[in-house]
């Protein structure tokens, strides 16, 4: 467990993080989701000392991070960044063994954990293992960021804007492939993002961080349901140029009986009337003959596919 207490940084008269309080569940997918400038980095950085905090404790299990020796603290942590900064020198297994040279694991058990974890992500160790990383895509290249985060089983991996410099099919394997990690291996990330799409798929929960301050804590589900404030509802709302009917066509209703006792809305109707009614309930719609049932959950998942909201 992760927690914030209090927490604030300033840099002369500029306030980048003010009295943040947050809790971060163990082995959880955590999200600090917010526009450029909003402290979120600076979070992140806080968790591996990276920057200190003016005032206020960053406490991981129960303990200030500033009573843990620097070096066991870090060597608990993992860190990937959006620039992934390979060894250029190195071999693609050589990079993802840095952490566990470090650690002074033998070369033969580097090797074997590195073949692994290529494996794991779909690279074959025989084919990729001796490759440089110029000789690799930007997406492969980032894979191997991971998996490196990865080969020192660490209980703690730090996430700033991974994908964000990917093209969109590229970034959407790319998330899936880290959601399907963490089912496999359940460690705790805290994952950085400024784009609501990636924060909807990616967080069990989400900290809207605005301006240095913490706006709302909440799933996905929760925060599109009941937005704390204007704030919030401005940054998760739905596109306005995308209807009702985009979503089912996507296949993300339900079909339903006439019968069924929902309220009725047009198949016309933009994705922010719907976010609207569907803070009451859920609802219906007709359209092509039949009637669909819509939900919370079926626009979360509609927006979460990066389909209707603004990045």
């Known amino acids: 467990m992760i927690r914030f207490k209090n927490v604030s940084k300033r840099y002369g008269k500029t306030v980048a993080l003010d009295h943040v309080n947050l809790t971060i569940p163990a082995h959880s997918i955590f999200v600090i989701v917010g526009p450029s400038g909003s402290g979120k980095t600076t979070m992140l950085k806080m968790i591996n000392r990276l920057i200190e905090p003016t005032g206020g404790k960053v406490i991981i299990n129960h303990k200030s991070i500033g009573d843990y020796p620097l070096r066991q603290l870090r060597l608990k942590m993992s860190y990937v960044l959006q620039s992934i900064a390979l060894f250029p020198n190195l071999t693609i297994e050589q990079n993802v063994g840095v952490q566990l040279r470090a650690e002074k694991k033998p070369k033969k058990d580097r090797i074997k954990i590195a073949q692994k974890l290529l494996a794991k992500v779909g690279m074959d160790p025989d084919k990729y293992g001796s490759r440089y990383p110029d000789e690799l895509s930007g997406g492969e290249q980032q894979r191997i960021g991971i998996i490196r985060a990865l080969a020192v089983n660490p209980r703690i991996i ?154």
């Open 158 to 311: 730090l996430m700033d804007e991974p994908f964000s410099a990917l093209d969109p099919i590229i970034r959407r394997k790319l998330q899936n492939l880290v959601l399907k990690l963490h089912h496999e291996l359940n460690n705790t990330i805290v994952f950085i993002t400024h784009d609501m799409h990636e924060a909807l798929k990616m967080g069990q929960q989400i900290a809207v961080l605005y301006h240095g301050r913490i706006q709302q804590i909440g799933s996905g589900q929760e925060i599109l349901q009941h937005p704390r404030n204007q704030i919030v509802r401005k940054l998760f709302k739905p596109n306005d140029q995308q209807h009702v009917y985009d979503l089912i066509q996507q296949g993300l209703a339900t079909p339903v009986n006439e019968s069924t006792d929902e309220a009725l809305i047009s198949p016309n109707a933009s994705l922010a009337t719907l976010a609207s009614r569907l803070q009451k309930s859920p609802v219906k719609v007709k359209y092509q003959h039949r009637f669909w049932r819509i939900t919370v959950k079926d626009l979360l998942r509609f927006i979460s596919k990066g389909l209707g909201s603004h990045a």
